[in-house]
């Protein structure tokens, strides 16, 4: 419990500083946390047509966003991560399109898709494919010679070498590159809702900005924080399940 | 008694260095057979050739009955740390219906006194038990040939004798056809039922020899038994054979050089 007090402190402490500074200026720009956290509860909470018309697709697109991006991203690292060839051929392509800035492709999936879930999807998909791919690949790679060795020895089943041997040997990287998109994924759904498109968390900021609602504007951004601080706590207690085989330290080891 | 392995005129070369030399020798059923030699002879290259992990340049490796398992040295890297001890005792058995699988396992883990830790993690166990789980493991998927490579040398000397007597123990219980790569003399002649003693590289055989020990040993009195000394010593002075003392002339001489360069420079 003191380590939760210690870990928030900080945090707590900001708070209150702008609480306070913010009251005492009556800056219309800048509102003290009280008014924001109301704002945040009136117009995110409390109005249900809010829920289903914003966050809910929001969230939706960012994790079938993320979620596709995981799949083929994993799919493809795996492949190529076990293949020498297919990497040399692959790899300065793969470099060469991680160094795209994500949202520099925005105008151009308008293009191809028009305004709308295709093209958000595309973003996020295009945008956060990479850290789970890279991440694979050097994973699947990682698998230590002996442990092919073994496998090969007992002629085991190509499926179970797959998911057997490679998936979890490669599975803490791939975990590692599974939080890098989720936190990517918030942001490329935030701007790829601020163009064309009167739904989501992403356009709402920018409304609210345009209306002069200064409130409501920050109200977005603090329910963006309280989202990203919420999937990425859900997704580290998966992954610490998921990874709960992993020797914790060197003098458990040998206990 | 039948030949569960034939090999014949086996050799290897990787690029310019000749690994092997043609190596011929027969492993019979229920023999265990140490293949010893001087470290870096290509004991390695030969287990990998007779598993099929790497083809040979040439010669035939013939092995009756369809699969062999091996017992790595590098205990801690051939297990699966994300399963359980049962779970990788499992791991070649998938092809099994689940309950035959279970229960092989679990008779493989009583075999080599480990029923206990069944559920336990491989990493949670000290390095001689972990070892056990291996020697388990290749137990359970009944190979017609157990291949060990230096099965006993990453281990303490007290636990090294336990493995000894354990393999000793599993092989007569259930008739275990093994053939241990190894380069520590004492060893190949405590285990072995007989000894295929390998030159230098490229390795080539030197003698084959019969341990003229009874089957059942003891570490105490089986290694101050007169035939264990006598047989200890022949392999110690066999295995000279293998390494001229010209090359280590000549390593001398060349460590000398180097040495009065790095001082001159």
Known sequence: MSRFFQRWTVFAGLVVVWQVLGTLAEDPFFPPPSDIVTAAWDWWVLEPRNVTEHILPSVTRLLSGWAIASVVGIALGMLLGRSDRAMEYAGPLLVFLRSIPPPALVPVFLLLFQAGTSMQLATIVFGVIWPVLLNTVDGARSVDVTKVDTSAVFRIPRHQWVLGVVLPAASPKIFAGLRVSLSLSLVLMVISELVGTDNGIGSQLMQAQREFDYTRMWAGIVLLGVLGYGLNTALLAVERRALAWQPRSRDEQHA | MSNMLEVADLGHTYGDYEAIGGLTFTVRAGELVC???????????????????????????????????????????????????????????????????????????????????????????????????????????????????????????????????????????????????????????????????????????????????????????????????????????????????????????????????????
């Open chain 2, 35 to 265: 293949v010893v030699g001087p470290s870096g002879c290509g004991k390695s290259t030969l287990l990998r050739t007779i598993s099929g992990l790497i083809a040979p340049s040439r010669g035939d490796v013939s092995l009756k009955g369809s699969h062999l398992a091996v017992v790595f040295q590098d205990y801690s890297r051939s297990l699966f740390p994300w399963l359980s001890v049962q779970g990788n005792v499992e791991f070649p058995l998938r092809k099994l219906p689940r309950a035959e699988r279970r229960a092989r396992a679990a008779e493989a883990l009583e075999w080599v006194g480990l029923g206990a830790a069944a559920r336990k993690r491989p990493w949670q166990l000290s390095g001689g038990m972990q070892q056990r789980v291996a020697i388990a493991r290749a137990l359970a998927y009944r190979p017609a040939l157990l291949l060990m490579d230096e099965p006993f040398a990453s281990v303490d000397a007290q636990t090294r004798f336990e493995l000894e007597d354990l393999l000793l123990r599993v092989r007569r219980e259930h008739d275990t056809t093994v053939l241990v790569v190894t380069h520590d003399i004492d060893e190949s002649v405590y285990l072995g039922d007989r000894i295929l003693v390998l030159s230098g590289s490229p390795a080539r055989l030197v003698a084959d020899l019969d341990v003229p020990l009874p089957a059942e040993r003891d570490q105490v009195t089986t290694r101050t038994d007169e035939a264990f000394v006598a047989l200890r010593s022949k392999v110690a002075r066999l295995l000279n054979v293998g390494k001229p003392s010209m090359d280590v002339e000549k390593w001398a001489a060349a460590e000398r050089e180097s040495l009065s360069e790095t001082v001159s420079s």
